[in-house]
């Protein structure tokens, strides 16, 4: 089992920036992948970014170049830095665990971008 806690969405205009963290309640090095999904209204959850424990980061292409996936294994936190923010990033934004073959969900944090 594995308990995550999204922190650090907001209302930030376009152009802007924020971090969002995820709290894990065991170490992420036994953790196979941490991830960051969406959901807009009206919009299936997609990927955003995921690291592998092994250190592999893949992005959506919709987001490369602006955000980045990081990790503090000592502090078992996963952090999504957000850049050059644009309204169609607004979500809720989740953090995933996979702890292979379960997946575990954190309960999300809004993000909004206006216009």
């Known amino acids: 089992q594995v308990q995550l806690v999204e922190s650090g969405g907001g209302l930030v205009q376009t152009g802007g920036s924020l971090r969002l963290s995820c709290a894990a309640s065991?170490?992420?090095?036994?953790?196979?992948?941490m991830g960051w999904y969406r959901q807009a209204p009206g919009k299936q959850r997609e990927l955003v970014a995921d690291?592998?424990?092994?250190?592999?980061?893949n992005y959506a292409d919709s987001v490369k170049g602006r955000f980045t996936i990081s990790r503090d294994n000592a502090k078992n936190l996963v952090y999504l830095q957000m850049n050059s923010l644009k309204p169609e990033d607004t979500a809720v934004y989740y953090c995933n665990a996979l702890v292979i073959p379960n997946g575990f969900w954190g309960q999300g944090t809004q993000v909004t971008v206006s216009s």
């Open positions: 065991r170490s992420i090095l036994s953790i196979n992948k």
């Open positions: 690291i592998w424990s092994g250190g592999g980061i």
